[in-house]
T-cell receptor, first 113, second 114 residues
Framework: AQTVTQSQPEMSVQEAETVTLSCTYD???????LFWYKQPPSRQMILVIR??????QNATENRFSVNFQKAAKSFSLKISDSQLGDTAMYFC??????????FGSGTKLNVKP | NAGVTQTPKFQVLKTGQSMTLQCAQD?????MSWYRQDPGMGLRLIHY???????DQGEVPNGYNVSRSTTEDFPLRLLSAAPSQTSVYFC?????????????FGPGTRLTVL
């Protein structure tokens, strides 16, 4: 069975500071993909970043970067220079082979002015 | 492109009633899927389809039916609504369902079953 665990239900960060959201997963598969999705109050799901398991290099997208530790099955998201617009729920997600996505329970991030 | 559209945005049902949540996409995507989102939980996959005429079960399929007669549409049917089906429902699509694809999500339908 595939599981995704986000152990931080809620986090706060001051504007312009850096915050790291944690995610661990469990799988016996070797080839898979990991994602971070953002869900603002509008409810729209937005892809933030994607990591391919067979790539050792950590993915980055502007202010967003990941720390992917395959052996530890850990996939954390770092947000640098936090902005008010980053306030949202963040979901870690996982897919192997294709077709079935598994999501974590989410971390609510509040960016304070 | 309208992307992924869902109707209705809100719905209130009584226990035992049936209804269909509509989902459509105009991106010619082969892969479409339905999720439910409950408080304190992430999205859970209900059913998915890899092309017209092909559907399969996800993590939580009980109480829901789907069909895929066209590439564009993927309706979700609740046969006999139960309070446990109170949730926010999301439809999503991507080119093929692979991890390299970007999933596009609809705006969601908030369903309340009394």
């Amino acid at each position: 069975a595939q599981t995704v665990t986000q152990s931080q239900p809620e986090m706060s960060v001051q504007e312009a500071e850096t915050v790291t959201l944690s995610c661990t997963y469990d799988t016996s598969e070797n080839n898979y993909y990991l994602f971070w999705y953002k869900q603002p109050p509008s409810r729209q799901m937005i892809l933030v970043i994607r990591q391919e398991a067979y790539k050792q290099q950590n993915a980055t997208e502007n202010r967003f970067s990941v720390n992917f530790q395959k052996a530890a099955k850990s996939f954390s998201l770092k947000i640098s220079d936090s902005q008010l617009g980053d306030t949202a729920m963040y979901f870690c997600a996982f897919i192997y082979n294709f077709n079935k996505f598994y999501f974590g329970s989410g971390t609510k991030l509040n960016v304070k002015p | 492109n309208a992307g992924v559209t869902q109707t209705p945005k809100f719905q209130v049902l009584k226990t035992g009633q049936s209804m269909t949540l509509q989902c459509a996409q105009d991106m010619n995507h082969e892969y479409m899927s339905w999720y439910r989102q409950d408080p304190g939980m992430g999205l859970r996959l209900i059913h998915y389809s890899v092309g017209a005429g092909i559907t399969d079960q996800g993590e939580v399929p009980n109480g829901y039916n789907v069909s895929r007669s066209t590439t564009e549409d993927f309706p979700l049917r609740l046969l006999s609504a139960a309070p446990s089906q109170t949730s926010v429902y999301f439809c999503a699509s991507s080119e093929s369902g692979r991890g390299t694809d970007t999933q596009y999500f609809g705006p969601g339908t908030r369903l309340t079953v009394l």
